[in-house]
């Protein structure tokens, strides 16, 4: 039993930031609370500086993995937090009461989601998972003077308990046909004994209840409403960070540790992805808030993810990890805007975002690159990530999946260009410029930056994570 | 796995089982005939202490008593995995040492959280909730 705490180090500093951001809140007057974001801020990036010195290894009796996987998922979590943070400054006059735990539990969630990316135990990976849930669940009801926040919170609760169980149910059916709850102990035993009936029960009563974490069919539901209901910074904390934690879990449950039994998992996945592609992208179309649908849009990139799972191969882990890089950037790059902009006019309806590109060029403009890279538009980054995952499920003969992404990857070009023309074309119903401040601004240029360096000179990001991406196998 | 001998070893178990089935079916068949049998006025009634009960047993509890109770749980069973660390201490050395001193601050801290948010007052004054 070797504890190596010091490989725990990351996860330390992050919940140390959070503890410490809930014991100020109890002693300082009411008022802002903006410089709790610059300290969330301050821990995240000395846990970032602190992911630099980590090395491969295993900690904590064999719960926890520090792998290359690992580590560059909880970079991205790092980076999350700091992006998610700062729309939430720019998003703290909204909330009434105890604004300093907002950002405590911001710093919590993305905790859970460090410990859920290092998991290597069905154990440990259910606990953090359980962590992540609960701040969450918090989260999503945070300006609980809002009926729809309410209602949020509550669907999001309801729906959370109800996969929570599936996943349960799944695990104690891997567990009682390998006798292991290790990730690579399961592995092992799959090579000397096959799998029975009762592991492919537990194979999909677990990848069922995952959907809830990466709002795929058949756990969906929640997702439109809790996205527009929520509190906007929770929104992009669950779109860009809870997505992603529950990708990495997917990849070290499937591969790692279910990767003997490839073929039994592989037309489920691929049968769950083409369902979620189709109903996610024609979903979209008629929203008319634009949080609704980034939420169907958010159920469409869970498809394509799902797409790259089912290809089962390092390419398409590689495309997932990239995929997820892209993505952050520019989901949250949107979320930034949309938060400006509804600090401004008080309303998230793509109709009153008519003409923003005369009153607010760069704001029109973190939208068009955002939400096109999220569409897959040629030059930017979402284009190469998926492309890299129409290879890989080309690669592995997932033909008819990999027309399906195509044809909704082009109905999503419709649904997002309809917001730019919003956007771009029509009259604005008001012609007073929107104000952003500098910090904003200087954010969202290297936002709009990274998404449209990702697109032009994806080689050295793409070549270093196929390599990592060989780990999980 | 499934040898006749890992069965026989459970006989004294069946045994206690159908024994003790069979005396509490038993005792309750004997009472039901052997017994009277009476209907009345204050027969439904609870028994206690032969004092007559009044008012309805609904009443609505102040919610502090579950906070209190909740929060008694918690703590309770958090103090059973300190339990757990101290029989082992000599085996974990000090990473189990700087574990529980980790633990005993996230304690501290909550408990903390607990006071300052005012969940342990019984009397709640309106002002001791800092809302910000």
């Known amino acids: 039993m070797e504890m190596n705490l010091i490989k725990v180090v990351p996860e330390f500093i992050m919940l140390g930031t959070a503890f410490l951001l809930l014991v100020i809140e109890l002693f300082i007057a009411r008022g802002s609370r903006k410089f709790f974001g610059v300290i969330g801020i301050l821990g995240a990036i000395a846990t970032g500086i602190s992911l630099l010195y980590q090395e491969t290894g295993s900690a904590l009796g064999g719960l926890f993995i520090q792998d290359q996987v690992a580590i560059y998922f909880k970079a991205l979590f790092v980076l999350c937090a700091v992006l998610v943070l700062y729309i939430t400054m720019m998003y703290e006059d909204k909330i009434k009461h105890w604004k300093g735990e907002f950002y405590s539990l911001i710093l919590f969630s993305i905790a859970g989601m460090m410990l859920l990316a290092s998991s290597s135990d069905f154990i440990s990976f259910y606990v953090s998972l359980e962590f992540v849930a609960v701040c969450l669940y918090v989260l999503a009801a945070f300006t609980s003077e809002n009926r729809n926040t309410i209602e949020a919170g509550l669907k999001y609760l309801i729906t959370g308990a109800l996969a929570s169980g599936f996943l349960v149910y799944g695990i104690s059916f891997i567990y009682g046909s390998t006798g292991a709850t290790g990730f690579s102990a399961v592995a092992t035993a799959l090579k000397t004994a096959p799998g029975s009936g009762f592991l492919v029960l537990g194979l999909s009563l677990a990848i069922i209840g995952l959907t809830f974490k990466i709002s795929s069919i058949p756990f969906h539901v929640w997702s439109p409403d809790v996205y527009q209901g929520a509190p906007t910074p929770v929104t992009a904390l669950l779109a860009a960070a809870s997505k992603g934690a529950g990708f990495v879990v997917i990849m070290r449950i499937l591969f790692t540790a279910l990767g003997g039994i490839k073929a039994e998992w592989m037309v489920f996945v691929a049968v769950i992805s083409g369902a979620t592609l189709i109903f996610g992208n024609l979903a979209a179309m008629p929203q008319k808030d634009l949080k609704r649908l980034i939420a169907y849009a958010g159920i469409g990139s869970a498809g394509y993810l799902l797409m790259a799972v089912a290809a089962g191969s390092t390419l398409g882990a590689g495309a997932i990890m990239f995929y997820m890089l892209t993505y952050i950037f520019g989901i949250l790059g949107s979320f930034l805007a949309i938060v400006i902009f509804h600090n401004s006019e008080g309303s998230d309806l793509i109709d009153s975002y008519a003409g923003l590109s005369r009153r607010s060029p760069l704001l029109a403009f973190s939208l068009f690159v955002g939400l096109l890279s999220v569409a897959g538009f040629p030059p930017l980054g979402g284009f190469i990530a998926k492309l890299y995952i129409f290879a890989a499920a080309v690669k592995e003969g997932l033909w008819v999946l990999a027309v399906i992404g195509v044809v909704m990857a082009i109905v999503s070009m419709y649904y997002f260009l309809l917001v730019v023309k919003s956007i771009y074309l029509r009259p604005p119903h008001n012609t007073a410029p929107i104000h952003v401040d500098f910090t904003s601004r200087a954010v969202l240029y290297v936002v709009n930056f990274a998404t449209i360096f990702l697109g032009m000179y994806p080689g050295p990001v793409t070549d270093w994570v196929m390599d990592i991406a060989k780990v999980l196998f | ?132």
């Not at chain 2, 045994?15 to 039901?32: C, D, E, G, R």
Request: hydrophobic residues 55%.
């Open chain 2, 1 to 132: 796995m499934n040898t006749p001998a890992k069965y026989s070893a459970l006989w004294p178990l069946a045994a206690y089982f159908i024994m003790v089935v069979l005396l509490v079916s038993s005792m309750l068949l004997l009472s039901y005939l052997l017994g009277q049998r009476h209907r009345e006025r204050v027969t439904g009634e609870p028994y206690e202490s032969g004092i007559a009960p009044t008012g309805s047993a609904r009443l609505r509890f102040d919610v502090k008593y579950y906070m209190v109770a909740m929060l008694f749980v918690i703590f309770d069973l958090e103090a059973v995995f300190i339990y757990a660390w101290a029989v082992s201490v000599r085996e974990l050395g000090w990473t189990g040492y700087i574990e529980v001193l980790v633990f005993i601050f996230i304690l501290i801290a909550s408990l903390c959280y607990l006071w300052r948010m005012g969940a342990l007052d019984w009397v709640t004054s309106k002002k001791s909730v800092p809302k910000s």
